[in-house]
């Protein structure tokens, strides 16, 4: 016969083992709203919309930050990261930077290639081939490349608000842009891992 001592050691182990999954449960909620357009495990179909999965977490909420102060001026994704509390941000994002990484597999209209020279000046914040090691900073590589010509061109508009970015696309053509799009796209990609702890300026 169990004891009452027993009764309540199996009890609160039993608790202790329930947590994690009600927790799991909770995440997996609140990454349904994100699913529909990112992919229920960040890996995104539709090539306007940017592959989180293996993402940097420290970005993502950022991101969704940007977003929700206009910084990123997108209304769905104002509308969406607005009913978001911190933490719920913060457990997206290390939902999503916990994922295994894919690598877009649509097609390009820009020159891989050409785009190779003009991608050296993103190196210093997104790393060689893409792969950043700066946690504010995204990884680039084997992302969308019409996402991330979409992302350049709105840092050139003005529609996303980032001084350093604005001034590194300033000077580029509609042509630069897809190249250098193209070549991050046809990167291979890397399972998130150890990170730099400095800083960095959210991209």
Known sequence: MINSKQLVTTLALALCLAQPLAMADETRDKVAVCAGCH???????????????????????????????????????????????????????????????ARSEATVPGNAARGEGRAAMCVACHGPGGHSVIPANPRLAGQHARYLSGALTAYKSGARSNPVMASMVAALSEQDIEDIAAYFAAQPVQAAGDVATEGGQPQ
């Open 39 to 101: 992919g229920p495990e960040g890996h995104s179909q539709v090539p306007d919309n940017p592959i989180l999965a293996a993402q940097h977490a420290d970005y993502l909420v950022s991101a969704l930050q940007a977003y929700v102060s206009g910084q990123r001026d997108y209304g769905i994704m104002k509308t969406l990261a607005g009913r978001l509390s911190d933490s719920d941000m913060q457990d997206i994002a290390a939902y999503y930077a916990a994922q295994s990484p």
